[in-house]
């Protein structure tokens, strides 16, 4: 196992585990009744979207700093991306994980995962005027 020591999943997730969750989980994004449609509509190119992916869990959870780009903005520019989305990604994210990977693992991809799907669902609320942004 080729496991990075950096980063909050030091010792605990490794670049084939991370490989696991996102081609495992995304098979399923991409059969689910709700989230496939909008998913398959906006990849262009499963294989490219698959590696920026796992580029940015390695990012997330071994500090490699490999990715690149704004989850925030490609985000943004799907109007189909609603509120009611968020949980039944997480839902699905949390499943797959606890079947996928090692426990400790699957603990620190869902703590993560929560955290990210609130930043992702309450940033694009802000940005198309659903909730006013805080006063400074």
């Given amino acids: 196992m ?3 020591r950096i980063g909050p999943g030091a010792g605990i997730v490794s670049e ?17 009744p709700v989230l496939g449609p909008i998913f398959n509509d906006a990849v262009e190119d499963w294989d490219e979207h698959l590696a920026k992916l796992c580029d940015f869990w390695s990012s997330v959870l071994l ?3 490999r990715f690149r780009g704004s989850p925030m903005a490609a985000h943004a520019r799907r109007p189909d ?26 603990d620190l991809f869902v703590e993560r995962s929560r955290m990210i799907g609130k930043s992702l669902s309450l940033g694009l609320a802000v940005s198309r005027g659903e909730i006013p942004p805080l006063e400074a």
């Fill in 63 to 65: 500090a490699t700093r």
């Fill in 81 to 106: 991306i609603r509120a009611e989305h968020f949980p039944r990604w997480l839902e699905l994210f949390e499943r797959t994980a606890r079947e996928v990977c090692p426990p400790e693992a699957a």
């Fill in 16 to 32: 084939e585990t991370i490989r696991r969750q996102v081609h495992t989980f995304y098979a399923r994004v991409r059969e689910d």
């Fill in 2 to 4: 080729n496991t990075i």
